[in-house]
């Protein structure tokens, strides 16, 4: 990624997209290491992140996050996610924030120097083009390393630089949590000193 000191950037964060390509590579995102970064490569801006959250639930998953990000230097765009049944008649969620991002990216297009799309999504191409015309550099960060991949080939050529988000792992990234495997089914789980002891008493 090629920034300048003086670069005013935004960031652009499709979480739904973002959250996908990093369990395809097998670690979570470090959203404060996230913004570190991109604060020491410029004067950063605006740091968006969308979701669409499911309403009526009395939990919802990714609530905390949502929480955490409000709090912490990030410009949370939400929607209520809706609701439908699959094939196999089970309840899912569907919520695209793709206008949003667009509506968002085109009005910082003209007062940013660089703008980082977090996202593979193919349909912001003619988005990306248009943002270029008015002066602002692209960058676009999702991953070709998964299976399938996940950014799509014409977006990649018409951004000025894609980053493989396999590359930004380092920086932003933390090993996947294990936390609903149970600890004998983890994988290079050492036995706690009790867990020796009982075994000894057979």
């Given at each position: 990624?090629?920034?300048?000191?003086?670069?005013?950037?935004?960031?652009?964060?499709?979480g739904?997209?973002?959250?996908?390509?990093?369990?395809?590579?097998?670690?979570?995102?470090?959203?404060?290491?996230?913004?570190?970064?991109?604060?020491r490569?410029?004067?950063?801006?605006?740091?968006?992140?969308?979701?669409?959250i499911?309403?009526?639930?009395?939990?919802?998953?990714?609530?905390?996050?949502v929480?955490?990000?409000?709090?912490?230097g990030?410009?949370?765009?939400?929607?209520?996610?809706?609701?439908?049944?699959d094939?196999?008649?089970?309840?899912?969620?569907?919520?695209?924030m793709?206008?949003?991002?667009?509506?968002d990216?085109?009005?910082?297009?003209?007062?940013?120097?660089?703008?980082?799309?977090?996202?593979?999504?193919?349909?912001?191409?003619r988005?990306?083009?248009?943002?270029?015309?008015?002066?602002a550099?692209?960058?676009?960060?999702?991953t070709?390393?998964?299976?399938?991949p996940?950014?799509?080939?014409?977006?990649?050529?018409?951004?000025d630089t894609f980053?493989?988000?396999?590359?930004?792992?380092?920086?932003?990234?933390?090993?996947?949590?294990?936390?609903?495997?149970?600890?004998?089914?983890?994988?290079?789980?050492?036995?706690?000193?009790?867990?020796?002891?009982?075994q000894?008493?057979?």
């Amino acid at each position: 990624m090629t920034f300048y000191p003086t670069d005013r950037i935004a960031l652009f964060i499709d979480g739904a997209n973002l959250y996908s390509a990093a369990k395809a590579l097998n670690f979570d995102i470090d959203y404060k290491k996230l913004l570190d970064e991109f604060r020491r490569r410029g004067v950063l801006i605006r740091a968006y992140y969308y979701t669409a959250i499911a309403e009526g639930d009395d939990y919802s998953p990714i609530r905390p996050l949502v929480d955490w990000l409000d709090y912490n230097g990030f410009t949370l765009v939400t929607k209520p996610a809706r609701e439908f049944t699959d094939s196999q008649g089970r309840k899912r969620w569907r919520g695209n924030m793709d206008m949003e991002i667009a509506v968002d990216m085109m009005e910082l297009a003209g007062s940013a120097d660089h703008l980082v799309l977090f996202s593979g999504d193919g349909d912001f191409r003619r988005l990306v083009e248009a943002v270029q015309r008015r002066g602002a550099r692209v960058t676009v960060v999702s991953t070709v390393k998964s299976q399938p991949p996940m950014a799509s080939d014409d977006l990649r050529r018409q951004a000025d630089t894609f980053v493989d988000l396999v590359d930004l792992m380092p920086l932003v990234g933390r090993p996947r949590a294990q936390a609903h495997t149970p600890r004998f089914l983890q994988p290079d789980a050492a036995p706690t000193p009790a867990e020796r002891d009982s075994q000894d008493e057979f």
